[in-house]
C-alpha cells in the first residue's frame, strides 16, 4: 500500500504498461513480418488486457516496483527475468485454457517474453544512468572520453568482488579525486583480463615498473583474503616509490570497530602476522556483569581500554583509579559520553595512588571491589635506570599494598598485569615487575584469587616506539632506532586487553598467564615500514639513525622465565605456565620490608639494586649507552654458550 501512495510508482507503472503493449504488439509485427490480418489484430487485442494483468501481477511477486530504480543492479534485472517468465507463463495458462492455444503463434509467445525483458530492463538502466549521468561511467557510452583533470592515478591491489566494488563506487562517485588504471592480481592468474572495462595489469612484481610508467600515487587494497605479510611485501617492494597506501577495512572492523569509510590508512596491525582474537567473551560478562570493578592506572593505555571493555559489560560499579588527573578526566568523560540512555554502571573516578595505603583503603572501604585489574606501573625502561627507589615503590611496594588490601576486603579476584621484561630482566623496571609478581603469587588470604598476566608490548601504548616514530616522521626525521637487530613482541591494546580478560575470567587463582604474541618483530623494520606508509622514502626521504641501546634496553625480549614451562588453555592465544620458580615468601617479604626501610632514607640507591638482585637472580643490570656495531644475537641457535629463548 505505501508503494501505491507514491507518484512515482504509477508513473513507471503506466511506462512499464506502455513497453507491455509495445514489446506484444512488436513480437507479433516480428512473427509475421507485419503482415498483420484483421483476425491476428482482433487476437491481439482480446488477449492483451489478460497478458498485460498476469505479467504486472508477476512483476508485483516478484518485487521488481520495490527496488529504487537510480541503484538498479544485476538482483533488479533478476527479478525482471523472474517476472517476465512467471507472468509469460502464466498468460500459456491463461490460453491453454479458454482457447487450449489453437491458433495462436509460439513464436510470438517467446519474442515477446525476450522484448519485454530488454524493454523493463533498459528502462531501468536508463533512469540509472541518468542519475550517474556525471559520473565516469556514462563516458563508456560515447566514443571519446572526457579528459579528468586533478585526479590521482591509482593502482587496485585485488581482484576480488571487495575491488570490484571498489572500483565501482570510485566511478559512480564524481567527488572521489582517483582515477583507477588498473588492477593487480596478486597470485597473477587474470593478467590481461578486464573488470568494467578496467585493465587487469600485471602481478605484484610488476608494481615497480608499473607505478613508475603510470605515475601511480596510491594503491588501493581490497583483498580481504591477503595475509599481513603479503601486504609487507607489497609495501616493501614499493618502498622507493614513495607512493601511499590504503585498505578497504574488514568487515569486522566496520562491525565492532567503527570503521565507516569505504577506505583507511594502513595499520602497523595490518602488516604484524597475526591470526586473529577468537574468544569467548560471555564468560567475562557473566563474572563482570552487575560487580563492582576496580581498575588502577585507567588513564593509562592498558588501563584506559580496561575500563572501556569492561563497561560494554554492565558492572555496577567501574571504579577509576589514576594519579594524574587530566588522564583520569578524560576517559570519565569519554565513558559518560558512550553511556546507553538504559545503562546502570556507576562510573567513579578517584585521584588515587597506589603507594599510597591510605588512600587506597578509603576507596575499598566505601566501595568494596569485587574485581581488581592492577595496571598502574612505572614502565619506563631508561628512565627507571635513573630512579631504581621510586619504581620499586611503585611497581612493587604498590602492588604489595594494593594486593593486601584486595585481601582484607574480600576482592574476588585480582589480576596483575606483567610484562616480557619481566623474563630474565636487564632493567630495573623488568627487575621489579618481576617482583611484583612473586608478590602477587605469594599473598594469599580471604579467599582473593590472584592471576598475573604476561604479554609484550602493545601498538600505540603511551611511551611505545610508535608514537616516538610517528612524531619524528611528522617533524621530518631523522626516526631514531635503538640497534639494527633490536626485536620486541607486539600485539595491538584492544586485543591485549580482551585476553586479559578472557585470562582473568578463567583463572582460578594462582596462575600466571602468558598471552600468544605471535612473531618478534624487528624494530628497525617497523620504522621503516612506517615512513613507507607516510609516502616517503627511508634513508633518502628521512633518515634512520641508530643510536644504540638504551641503559636496561635488551636486543630481545622472552615470555618465559628458565625453570617455566606452558600448558595449553582452551583458548589459542592464552598459554598457563604450569611450573614456577619456587618463591621463598621469607626472603620475598623481608626484602619488601628493606624496600620500605630504603624508602625513608634518601640515599637507598645502591642497596635497592643489591635487594632486586637478592630477590631476582635472572636481574643482570647492563648499562649500554654506546652503539655497539658487531653486537650479534646473545641467544642465537649457533652459540650453544647461550641460552636459548622460549617460544611457543
Not at 564524481?174 to 597470485?187: E, R, S
Not at 594524574?324 to 546507553?340: G, H, V, W
Amino acid at each position: 500500500m505505501k508503494i501505491l501512495r507514491k507518484g512515482n510508482f504509477w508513473i513507471i507503472f503506466l511506462f512499464d504498461i506502455i513497453i507491455l503493449i509495445t514489446c506484444y504488439y512488436g513480437a507479433y509485427w516480428l512473427r509475421f513480418e507485419g503482415n498483420l490480418d484483421v483476425q491476428l489484430q482482433v487476437q491481439f487485442l482480446y488477449t492483451l488486457l489478460p497478458l498485460l494483468i498476469a505479467q504486472q501481477s508477476s512483476f508485483f511477486i516478484f518485487d521488481v516496483y520495490r527496488g529504487m530504480w537510480r541503484y538498479a543492479g544485476i538482483r533488479d534485472l533478476i527479478n525482471i527475468v523472474k517476472g517476465t517468465v512467471c507472468g509469460t507463463f502464466i498468460f500459456i495458462i491463461y490460453l491453454v485454457l479458454l482457447y487450449h492455444f489453437i491458433g495462436f503463434s509460439r513464436g510470438v509467445i517467446l519474442i515477446n517474453m525476450l522484448m519485454t525483458i530488454i524493454g523493463i530492463g533498459g528502462s531501468r538502466l536508463i533512469i540509472r544512468l541518468y542519475y550517474q549521468k556525471d559520473s565516469a561511467f556514462v563516458d563508456e557510452l560515447v566514443f571519446w572520453r572526457r579528459s579528468i583533470r586533478n585526479r590521482k592515478n591509482i593502482l587496485i591491489l585485488g581482484t576480488s568482488p571487495q575491488a570490484e566494488r571498489l572500483m565501482r563506487e570510485i566511478h559512480e562517485n564524481n567527488k572521489i579525486n582517483y582515477k583507477v588504471i588498473g588492477f593487480i592480481d596478486m597470485w597473477n592468474v587474470h593478467k590481461g583480463m578486464k573488470i568494467h572495462g578496467v585493465p587487469i595489469l600485471g602481478s605484484v612484481m610488476d608494481l615497480p615498473r608499473l607505478v613508475m610508467y603510470y605515475n601511480i600515487e596510491d594503491i588501493l587494497i581490497a583483498d580481504s583474503n591477503l595475509k599481513a605479510h603479503d601486504i609487507s611485501r607489497v609495501i616493501e617492494m614499493c618502498g622507493d616509490c614513495g607512493i601511499r597506501f590504503k585498505i578497504v577495512p574488514s568487515p569486522f572492523e566496520r562491525m565492532l570497530q567503527g570503521e565507516s569509510d569505504n577506505l583507511r590508512d594502513i595499520k602497523l596491525e595490518d602488516l604484524m602476522d597475526r591470526e586473529p582474537v577468537q574468544l569467548d567473551m560471555e564468560i567475562v560478562k557473566s563474572e563482570i556483569e552487575g560487580q563492582t570493578v576496580l581498575i588502577t592506572g585507567a588513564g593509562g593505555s592498558i588501563g584506559s581500554e580496561l575500563s572501556r571493555q569492561i563497561f560494554r559489560y554492565n558492572p555496577a560499579k567501574l571504579i577509576l583509579i589514576d594519579n594524574s588527573e587530566t588522564p583520569l578526566y578524560q576517559i570519565d568523560m569519554e565513558l559518560n559520553t558512550l553511556r546507553a540512555t538504559d545503562c546502570v554502571t556507576e562510573i567513579v573516578p578517584c585521584i588515587g595512588d597506589v603507594r599510597s595505603r591510605r588512600s587506597l583503603e578509603r576507596i575499598f572501604r566505601k566501595y568494596k571491589p569485587r574485581y581488581v585489574y592492577h595496571a598502574a606501573a612505572y614502565k619506563h625502561v631508561p628512565m627507571m635506570e635513573l630512579s631504581p627507589v621510586d619504581a620499586i615503590n611503585n611497581n612493587i611496594i604498590g602492588t604489595f599494598k594494593l594486593a593486601t588490601l584486595s585481601c582484607k576486603y574480600h576482592v574476588k579476584k585480582f589480576v596483575l598485569i606483567s610484562t616480557d621484561k619481566a623474563v630474565r630482566p636487564t632493567s630495573v623496571m623488568g627487575a621489579t615487575k618481576r617482583v611484583a609478581e612473586l608478590v602477587v603469587q605469594a599473598i594469599t588470604g580471604n579467599g582473593t584469587r590472584f592471576v598475573v598476566v604476561r604479554f609484550g608490548n602493545v601498538l600505540g601504548s603511551n611511551g611505545s616506539v610508535v608514537p616516538l616514530f610517528q612524531k619524528q616522521i611528522a617533524s621530518g626525521g631523522p626516526v631514531t632506532v635503538t640497534h639494527p637487530e633490536v626485536t620486541r613482541y607486539f600485539m595491538t591494546i584492544p586485543e591485549a586487553v580482551m585476553l586479559v580478560l578472557q585470562a582473568g575470567a578463567i583463572g582460578k587463582g594462582g596462575e600466571l598467564f602468558l598471552l600468544d604474541m605471535g612473531k618478534p618483530v624487528k624494530i628497525d623494520g617497523l620504522a621503516r615500514n612506517m615512513i613507507r606508509l607516510s609516502g616517503l622514502v627511508p634513508d633518502k626521504d628521512i633518515k634512520v639513525e641508530y643510536i644504540g641501546l638504551r641503559p636496561g634496553e635488551k636486543l630481545y625480549e622472552e615470555l618465559l622465565i628458565d625453570g617455566e614451562d606452558i600448558i595449553d588453555t582452551p583458548y589459542e592465544k592464552i598459554k598457563v605456565c604450569n611450573t614456577y620458580s619456587r618463591i621463598d615468601e621469607k626472603e620475598l617479604f623481608e626484602g619488601i620490608e628493606h624496600f620500605s626501610l630504603l624508602l625513608k632514607n634518601s640515599e637507598g640507591f645502591d642497596a635497592a639494586l643489591k635487594i632486586l638482585e637478592r630477590l631476582v637472580p635472572d636481574f643482570k643490570r647492563e648499562v649500554t649507552s654506546v652503539l655497539r656495531t658487531n653486537i650479534t644475537n646473545p641467544y642465537s641457535p649457533g652459540d650453544p654458550t647461550k641460552a636459548q629463548p622460549k617460544e611457543y
